[in-house]
């Protein structure tokens, strides 16, 4: 059957079962957003405020649902607003295929009104990315995209569509993806592409050894990495957690990959690491990581990270192997399959003395209880208490992130969702709204600070216009906190402009976008606030007004042994 382009596009979403897209619509785009009209009872549109806010969405969608994020926007500067969430999205392998539309075929290369490269600006922040200069090509590109965003390690495609494309005709035949494996045409395209993005089978003489060495070791620890969260593996994670009886210390990006409440959970680990966690790391005898990647906020030295023991790392993507550090062994292969292979060669062991002494350690940082003010472990055990525990939390960046995340006991993959890897102000309220569209009946938290909240709080209209229930927790402190934070310790406190005393009001901001608005400074009144705002079904913004001066604790400066606290 013979179709445009643009119509071609509406079928080659469906086929990919996508049912809901982020955007924000502009000249080069027209013929793809007036053919979106015609399916808009098949594709939910929702429209941003802004395209960054867009493909955080997407984002955001893709890592509470595991689904692929989409996201739509026009040529130029509505192309390179993507970028940032581009980036977000492939720095903690999220998989969201961006669609663009560039200027016609003729235009291209020629300074034309509104164009940009942008298969060039986003080469280095996407798994692989695509301009599509014809009709002819244009079902398989997308097809394709759709693969390699979401197999192997996850991440971002982009896809720049000339507009002649999408007016132009093409015979179509839909193409529908199988429940289990590909069809012979698409794997046919998979085998083309130059990205082997296919989980490779582990090879089960390494599951083998590694079986080898967990029975010798004494003192084991387990990292749950943002693998296992990709793989939506938390099950067989925490089975063989619990198998082995080793204590397993969390990253940022691992955070929902092991029950938080389980007995074995030592909290965070890196920088901003409980003591439990950062000591049996170097205590330990065995480390095994599983899609962990050792960046810089875990390993912080690599030189004398897990100084003795013998490491392990766990993964899909071979190029991470001894990247950051060294490793005794490694094993390449999806994080879910390698475990089932563990968990099925594994007796029940039992490490009790070494347990013993890591447990030892603080687990969690423990605020003093003030009566003169506001903190953050009274505004979050408060959280702990109200919000029903299932519901999915967004972040922002910065000081109020790393509280959620010691404090939060995250329950599953996907229940987490936070901007690691690139550390993006301004993800969190796009992240939110992506959340709560792709899980209309759980409940959405969006916590912020004051620095990253004036970055994206333009897309309260999203939330508003859309009828969105979603609960913004503002921690105010009149500062960019975490910078703060690094200027009092390391730059003798001279506070370079990083306070923020001016406007907005934050609370005038809410309900001049239709919204509840509430300022409070006790936490009995926060907990009053939560509780009503939950009550209600509707979107509030909560801004909790806290120190200038409150601190993320622990902390170990960047290039420090893993055990040298600055502040404990």
Not at 61 to 68: C, E, F, N
Not at 251 to 263: E, H, I, P, Q, S
Not at 517 to 524: C, L, S
């Given at each position: 059957m013979r179709m445009t382009g643009a119509r071609i596009l509406m079928e080659c979403l469906l086929e990919q079962g996508v049912t809901t897209v982020f955007g924000y619509p502009g000249a080069t785009i027209l013929n793809v957003y007036d053919e979106l009209y015609r399916y808009k009872d098949r594709i939910r549109h929702i429209l941003t405020a802004h395209e960054q806010g867009a493909c955080h969405a997407a984002d955001g969608y893709a890592r509470s649902t595991g689904q692929v994020g989409v996201c739509f926007a026009t040529s130029g500067p509505g192309a390179t607003n993507l970028v940032t969430g581009i980036a977000t999205a492939y720095m903690d392998s999220s998989p969201v295929v961006c669609i663009t539309c560039n200027v016609d075929l003729p235009l291209l290369g020629k300074d034309s009104f509104q164009e940009v490269d942008i298969t060039g600006v986003t080469m280095p922040v996407t798994k692989c990315n695509y301009l599509v200069r014809g009709v002819d090509e244009l079902a398989d590109t997308l097809r394709e995209a759709f693969a390699i965003a979401r197999s192997g390690r996850p991440g971002p495609v982009l896809v720049d569509i000339a507009r002649n494309a999408t007016l132009e005709e093409a015979d179509y035949a839909p193409l529908y993806r199988q429940k289990h494996g590909t069809s012979g045409h698409l794997a046919q395209l998979m085998k083309r592409s130059s990205q082997d993005f296919r989980a490779p089978e582990p090879d089960h003489r390494d599951i083998d050894r590694l079986v080898e060495m967990i029975l010798a070791s004494e003192k084991p620890l387990l990292i749950c990495g943002g693998g296992v969260v990709r793989s939506r593996a938390d099950w067989e994670f925490e089975e063989?957690?619990?198998?082995?009886?080793?204590?397993?210390?969390?990253?940022?990006?691992?955070?929902?990959?092991?029950?938080?409440l389980n007995r074995l959970a030592t909290g965070l680990v890196g920088m901003h690491g409980s003591q439990a966690s950062n000591m049996a790391v170097d205590a330990c005898d065995l480390l095994i990581a599983v899609g962990c990647r050792f960046s810089d906020r875990v390993a912080l030295k690599p030189d004398s990270f897990a100084r003795n023991a013998r490491v392990v790392q766990i993964d899909i993507d071979r190029s991470e192997i001894n990247k950051n550090v060294q490793t005794a062994h490694h094993i390449?292969?999806?994080?879910?399959?390698v475990?089932?292979?563990?968990?099925?060669?594994?007796?029940?062991?039992?490490?009790?003395?070494?347990?013993?002494?890591?447990?030892?350690?603080?687990?969690?940082?423990?605020?003093?209880?003030?009566?003169?003010?506001?903190?953050?472990?009274?505004?979050?055990?408060?959280?702990?208490?109200?919000?029903?525990?299932?519901?999915?939390?967004?972040?922002d960046v910065g000081q109020h992130q790393m509280w959620a995340i010691q404090h939060l006991h995250f329950e599953y993959s996907g229940q987490l969702v936070t901007s690691g890897g690139f550390g993006?102000?301004?993800?969190?309220?796009?992240?939110?709204?992506?959340a709560q569209v792709g899980n209309p009946d759980k409940l959405v938290i969006h916590i912020t600070g004051d620095g990253s909240f004036r970055m994206n709080l333009t897309e309260l209209a999203t939330v508003e216009h859309y009828g969105l229930p979603i609960v913004t927790v503002l921690f105010n402190n009149g500062t960019l906190g975490m910078v703060r934070q690094w200027q009092t310790l390391t730059l003798e406190g001279r506070h370079s402009e990083t306070t923020l005393d001016r406007g907005p009001d934050f609370v005038k901001v809410a309900e001049a976008y239709g919204l509840a608005g509430r300022r409070v400074t006790r936490a009995e009144d926060f907990e009053d606030a939560l509780r009503e705002a939950i009550a209600s079904g509707r979107a509030a913004v909560i801004e909790c007004a806290i120190d200038i001066d409150e601190m993320v604790r622990p902390m170990v400066g960047g290039g420090r042994h893993i055990t040298q606290f600055m502040i404990d």
């Amino acid at each position: 059957m013979r179709m445009t382009g643009a119509r071609i596009l509406m079928e080659c979403l469906l086929e990919q079962g996508v049912t809901t897209v982020f955007g924000y619509p502009g000249a080069t785009i027209l013929n793809v957003y007036d053919e979106l009209y015609r399916y808009k009872d098949r594709i939910r549109h929702i429209l941003t405020a802004h395209e960054q806010g867009a493909c955080h969405a997407a984002d955001g969608y893709a890592r509470s649902t595991g689904q692929v994020g989409v996201c739509f926007a026009t040529s130029g500067p509505g192309a390179t607003n993507l970028v940032t969430g581009i980036a977000t999205a492939y720095m903690d392998s999220s998989p969201v295929v961006c669609i663009t539309c560039n200027v016609d075929l003729p235009l291209l290369g020629k300074d034309s009104f509104q164009e940009v490269d942008i298969t060039g600006v986003t080469m280095p922040v996407t798994k692989c990315n695509y301009l599509v200069r014809g009709v002819d090509e244009l079902a398989d590109t997308l097809r394709e995209a759709f693969a390699i965003a979401r197999s192997g390690r996850p991440g971002p495609v982009l896809v720049d569509i000339a507009r002649n494309a999408t007016l132009e005709e093409a015979d179509y035949a839909p193409l529908y993806r199988q429940k289990h494996g590909t069809s012979g045409h698409l794997a046919q395209l998979m085998k083309r592409s130059s990205q082997d993005f296919r989980a490779p089978e582990p090879d089960h003489r390494d599951i083998d050894r590694l079986v080898e060495m967990i029975l010798a070791s004494e003192k084991p620890l387990l990292i749950c990495g943002g693998g296992v969260v990709r793989s939506r593996a938390d099950w067989e994670f925490e089975e063989l957690a619990n198998r082995i009886d080793a204590p397993v210390g969390i990253t940022v990006m691992g955070a929902g990959g092991f029950r938080g409440l389980n007995r074995l959970a030592t909290g965070l680990v890196g920088m901003h690491g409980s003591q439990a966690s950062n000591m049996a790391v170097d205590a330990c005898d065995l480390l095994i990581a599983v899609g962990c990647r050792f960046s810089d906020r875990v390993a912080l030295k690599p030189d004398s990270f897990a100084r003795n023991a013998r490491v392990v790392q766990i993964d899909i993507d071979r190029s991470e192997i001894n990247k950051n550090v060294q490793t005794a062994h490694h094993i390449i292969g999806d994080a879910k399959r390698v475990l089932q292979l563990l968990n099925e060669r594994l007796p029940q062991l039992d490490h009790a003395p070494w347990k013993e002494y890591v447990f030892s350690f603080k687990t969690q940082t423990e605020y003093d209880e003030a009566e003169d003010r506001m903190t953050p472990g009274q505004v979050l055990d408060a959280i702990a208490r109200v919000v029903p525990r299932d519901a999915v939390y967004a972040t922002d960046v910065g000081q109020h992130q790393m509280w959620a995340i010691q404090h939060l006991h995250f329950e599953y993959s996907g229940q987490l969702v936070t901007s690691g890897g690139f550390g993006t102000m301004g993800f969190g309220l796009g992240a939110a709204i992506g959340a709560q569209v792709g899980n209309p009946d759980k409940l959405v938290i969006h916590i912020t600070g004051d620095g990253s909240f004036r970055m994206n709080l333009t897309e309260l209209a999203t939330v508003e216009h859309y009828g969105l229930p979603i609960v913004t927790v503002l921690f105010n402190n009149g500062t960019l906190g975490m910078v703060r934070q690094w200027q009092t310790l390391t730059l003798e406190g001279r506070h370079s402009e990083t306070t923020l005393d001016r406007g907005p009001d934050f609370v005038k901001v809410a309900e001049a976008y239709g919204l509840a608005g509430r300022r409070v400074t006790r936490a009995e009144d926060f907990e009053d606030a939560l509780r009503e705002a939950i009550a209600s079904g509707r979107a509030a913004v909560i801004e909790c007004a806290i120190d200038i001066d409150e601190m993320v604790r622990p902390m170990v400066g960047g290039g420090r042994h893993i055990t040298q606290f600055m502040i404990d």
